[in-house]
């Protein structure tokens, strides 16, 4: 059985299990609405609140057989500057954020491809992201990992309560190539494909 959340080191980061000595930092990035603009929860307002995201988003987790919940953190200092998971459901949904102090210098890219390096190692088939069609950047970091635009749909997106179109990108990991993944499209009554982003270059698709 693989180990939960096992730590992975690239160039620069270091990705590990968030700790209760983390949560100053946590707040720190949960806290920013800015970052927490596309993110499914509302920016956090006190050190409890955030106590009580980080039991029951990372310590629940860890107790499990598997997982995948990383604080990713500069090889510098050890201190968490973002955060990447890959859930173990059926969509295997892949994830993250980064403080804004650290945007534009391809940190998410690389924690990115080192998580994915574990997944694979680990046997799990694919994995998938989503981004709010607003937010076309982080479409931009799944390209650069290697994933591929599949469709578009439409959810109530709570706890924020507002309609929104998500793409949904898709990275197989084994060598099942065309599989898509059909949850979210099944669930949505509005759902479809933006051509322009089915014919993305090779050298993205690979």
């Known amino acids: 059985m693989p180990e939960n959340t096992p730590t992975l080191k690239t160039e620069r980061l270091i990705l590990r299990k968030f700790s209760e000595a983390d949560l100053p930092a946590l707040f720190d990035l949960l806290c920013d609405a800015e970052v927490n603009t596309f993110l499914p929860w509302f920016p956090m307002r006190s050190l409890k609140e955030t106590e009580a995201f980080f039991r029951e988003r990372y310590l629940s987790v860890y107790t499990r057989p598997r997982g995948y919940q990383y604080a990713v953190c500069l090889k510098k200092d050890d201190i968490p500057i973002g955060y990447i998971h890959a859930a173990t459901g059926e969509s295997h949904d892949f994830g993250y954020a980064l403080a804004k102090s650290h945007w534009h ?40 990992l290697g994933m591929r635009y599949e469709y578009t749909y439409e959810e109530l997106w709570q706890p924020k309560n507002k309609r929104v179109f998500f793409r949904m990108y898709q990275l197989n990991l084994d060598r099942q190539k065309k599989r898509v993944y059909r949850g979210y499209w099944n669930a949505s009554a509005v759902r479809f494909v933006e051509t322009e982003l089915s014919y993305q270059p090779l050298a993205v698709r690979s």
Request: cysteine-free.
């Open 105 to 144: 210098q391809d940190i998410t890219t690389e924690a990115g491809h080192a998580l994915i390096g574990q997944l694979r190692h680990d046997g799990v088939p694919y994995i998938t992201a989503t981004h709010d069609k607003s937010n076309p950047r982080s479409g931009m970091v799944m390209q650069r």
